[in-house]
């Protein structure tokens, strides 16, 4: 599992290396990349988690800090479900520089994995979503 966790990000650091516009800010891309999927199923698990299985909701902060909700949503959004995956992909691959190790290993065995772990992890929840409410 560690193996292919590896061959995914030295796909995605080579993919955001290749872009042009990339060049300088490939590492907070990649890790956005690796961590917005991760995020978005954490939100689908834990939506699936409270609403359906338990029937409580225990994972909100309830911010006021602004004058909008929208606002207050977004932060709390931000801070619930992206930052858990964000942090968590910077201590696996960036702390002590360990995407130097994975490059160097892994980057010759590139075969888009990068771009079907984006695909999947992205919508499978998505597809489950829509196939729950169509049989619903």
């Not at 966790?5 to 891309?29: F, G, Q, R």
């Not at 010759?108 to 729950?132: E, G, R």
């Amino acid at each position: 599992m560690k193996v292919l966790y590896y061959k995914i990000w030295a796909d995605a650091i080579a993919t955001c290396k290749s872009n042009p516009l990339l060049t300088s800010d490939w590492k907070i891309m990649a890790l956005l990349g690796i961590s917005i999927p991760l995020a978005l199923n954490l939100m689908f698990s834990m939506a699936i988690f409270q609403r359906n299985i338990i029937n409580y909701s225990f994972y909100h902060l309830n911010l006021n800090i602004f004058n909008s909700k929208f606002l207050d949503t977004t932060i709390e959004s931000l801070t619930l479900f992206l930052l858990p995956p964000v942090l968590l992909n910077y201590f696996l691959m960036y702390y002590n520089k360990k995407y130097l190790m994975v490059i160097e290993k892994y980057t010759s065995v590139s075969k888009n994995y990068f771009q079907y772990y984006f695909i999947i992890v992205t919508f499978m929840p998505l597809s489950i979503l829509i196939i729950a409410l169509i049989f619903r």
